[in-house]
């Protein structure tokens, strides 16, 4: 019985999508390299992308977010997130 259980809870895990789904919302370019916690949360990243956004840091352009953080995010997300952010 437990088995099942676990088994019925990994299917629908794996049915809901990534867990790093997100809805990127921003106001005005945030710069990437310097910008804390909360600013990277204000936009719609959840705690992993921001914690893979400091571990990337610092960023040197548009290609290199995409590289890294290409991995994590669907690419309709990850090209509102580069509306988002700036560099310098």
Do not use: W
């Amino acid at each position: 019985m437990t088995t099942r259980i676990l088994l019925a809870l990994s299917a629908a895990l794996l049915l809901a999508g990534p867990a790093q789904a997100q809805t990127i919302v921003c106001k005005a370019p945030i710069n990437i390299n310097t910008a804390t916690a909360a600013q990277l949360k204000a936009i719609g990243l959840g705690p992993k992308l921001i914690d893979e956004v400091h571990e990337y840091r610092p960023f040197k352009n548009a290609a290199h977010v995409k590289k890294e953080m290409g991995k994590y995010m669907k690419a309709a997300s990850l090209t509102k997130f580069l509306t988002c952010i700036k560099f310098k």
